[in-house]
């Protein structure tokens, strides 16, 4: 069963980094074609995909973020980060992370970590 | 605005068929498998439909998805209650570097 959860902090101010977990189990970032991306989600709006990575750490990244991402993978850890720098009060969304199989798909998803920008 | 074209709200009444478009260009749908997500409220989307037409196991077959040129679709018949919920479309666009892209999503009304 493969699951995933993010953490991080609730609350940052504008201007600062945002430093986010997720955590997963039930598979490797080493195994071909497996990936882990991150996906955004403004209260009451769309989806917003922010950035994958693959096992072989091939990154992609939202062109209009690129430059305020970083994505990240710990395989020892089942871990993958993302940062984001400069953090604005529009970047107040619920992060989720998920699984990718051959980077078609997005499943299972975590639960999502609501962070809020605010001063 | 997204790259993906969705209306932003179908409704039926129970037991009825509904379907959901995701329009797009070559850049995107044309050229590359789409994945169908179910947002139920107050939860995380979960996968319906993968590679244009696949169901992961678990989804019943009323859930249906096709793909046509730069257009794809979300059916689902016998529509009940519990599928009230948002549902994006999405897929990778390789119009400058690769990247994967949602739909604007479709909130589904059972009425």
């Known amino acids: 069963q493969i699951t995933l959860k993010e953490s991080g902090p609730t609350l940052v101010k504008p201007t600062q980094t945002l430093t986010l977990t997720c955590t997963f189990s039930?598979?490797?970032?080493?195994?071909?074609?497996?990936?882990v991306g991150w996906i955004r989600q403004p209260p009451g709006k769309a989806l917003e995909w922010l950035a994958l990575?693959?096992?072989?750490?091939?990154?992609r990244y939202s062109p209009s973020l690129k430059s305020r991402l970083t994505i990240t993978k710990d395989t020892s850890k089942n871990q993958v980060v993302l940062t984001m720098t400069n953090m604005d009060p529009v970047d107040t969304a619920t992060y989720y992370c998920a699984h990718s199989l051959t980077g078609t798909t997005f499943d299972p998803w975590g639960q999502g970590t609501l962070v809020t920008v605010s001063s | 605005q997204s790259v993906l074209t969705q209306p932003p709200s179908v409704s039926a009444a129970p037991g009825q068929k509904v379907t959901i478009s995701c329009s797009g260009s070559s850049s995107n749908i044309g050229n590359n498998y789409v994945s169908w997500y179910q947002q139920l409220p107050g939860t995380a989307p979960k996968l319906l439909i993968y590679d244009n037409n696949k169901r992961p196991s678990g989804i019943p077959d009323r859930f249906s998805g096709s793909k046509s040129g730069t257009s794809a679709t979300l059916g689902i018949t016998g529509l009940q209650t519990g599928d009230e919920a948002d549902y994006y479309c999405g897929t990778w666009d390789s119009s400058l570097s690769a990247y994967w892209v949602f739909g604007g999503g479709t909130k589904l009304t059972v009425l």
């Open positions: 990575i693959y096992w072989n750490d091939d990154k």
């Open positions: 039930g598979f490797s970032l080493s195994t071909s074609g497996v990936g």
